[in-house]
């Protein structure tokens, strides 16, 4: 058995111009039996290394359950996703949709990186026996942006428009819905919208574009313009987070949409972290009523 382990002064098969040294090893030498017991552990323990690189992948974006899926749009357009099913579907029984819209840094064609945030939550074993729901990740191609055609370059001013056409990717989505509704026990009077930063303006257009859809909306780090607020009102319970801190998405957009709101006596909760930069999502998250006032939500 020839074995490749370096510099020695056992039969000495290099030459003077090759550094490297072979060796013809007796089965009972112990540099033989410890070269063995090297290799044995090596085999091992690479095994136990990609074993455990792939859970930590799982639990990094936490997505033991969901699955990876592309929807074509009517118009031919193709949007991935993962979906998140209930463990188990009894006969007759309608359940729960979410529809969670991730923010700028997770735009991609990967269907990966849209799990960065979020996810983790709905694996929970123990969220997945309390809430069993379908529950959808969607992907917005890198190019694009949830409700405009284009990532304005800054917040400074307000840049939501009071009547906007509705973009192609957001289009896509709410077919998505749709496709769910229509071939899935969705319990349509309880679908329920997340979102962060570019996915909570995302959260607010859809809501307003389809009050009697969405049974609430919970928008982080978002924003609208408030002009379409009043047609949610009665309709769409709201949940709406932001940091005071934040430098990227200015917190007075969520302060106007929390006024706006209260002038037409709609159902809205506002939460407002005190020194949070633009992630306000984790303490968003981190809020152990987050889940359950989303599923205690539904239309009337």
């Avoid at 509705?166 to 969705?186: G, K, R």
């Avoid at 574009?209 to 769409?236: E, H, Q, W």
């Avoid at 200015?250 to 929390?258: E, H, I, K, N, T």
Wanted: aromatic residues 14%.
């Amino acid at each position: 058995m020839m074995f490749f382990v370096g510099n020695g002064d056992i039969d000495n098969a290099a030459t003077l111009n090759n550094p490297i040294y072979y060796y013809r090893l007796s089965c009972n030498h112990p540099t033989f039996v410890r070269c063995i017991i090297k290799r044995i552990i090596y085999v091992k323990m690479r095994k136990y290394i990609l074993l455990l690189l792939w859970l930590c992948s799982n639990v990094l974006y936490g997505q033991t359950g969901f699955e990876k899926e592309e929807f074509i749009s009517s118009a031919g357009k193709r949007l991935g996703y993962q979906v998140l099913k209930p463990n188990h579907i009894g006969k007759g029984k309608k359940y729960p949709l979410v529809v969670f819209l991730h923010g700028s840094g997770e735009r991609g064609s990967d269907n990966e990186a849209q799990m960065k945030h979020g996810s983790m939550m709905f694996t929970n074993p123990v969220n997945r026996e309390r809430y069993p729901s379908f529950v959808l990740f969607p992907q917005c191609p890198a190019e694009q942006y949830w409700t405009f055609d284009k990532r304005p370059d800054d917040y400074s001013t307000d840049v939501f428009e009071s009547n906007p056409p509705i973009t192609s990717t957001l289009t896509s989505v709410i077919e998505l819905i749709e496709w769910y509704i229509a071939n899935m026990p969705v319990d349509t009077r309880r679908i329920y919208l997340i979102g962060l930063s570019m996915g909570g303006m995302a959260t607010f257009d859809l809501a307003c574009r389809y009050p009697d859809l969405f049974a609430a909306a919970v928008p982080i780090c978002g924003g609208v313009n408030v002009s379409r607020l009043a047609n949610t009102a009665g309709k769409v319970s709201f949940r709406i987070f932001h940091g005071d801190a934040d430098t990227v998405v200015p917190v007075d957009f969520s302060r106007r949409a929390y006024t706006e709101l209260t002038k037409h006596n709609a159902k809205i909760e506002y939460f407002e972290f005190p020194g949070a930069g633009h992630d306000s999502w984790t303490p968003a998250f981190n809020r152990d009523d987050f889940m359950k006032w989303i599923y205690r939500q539904k239309k009337r």
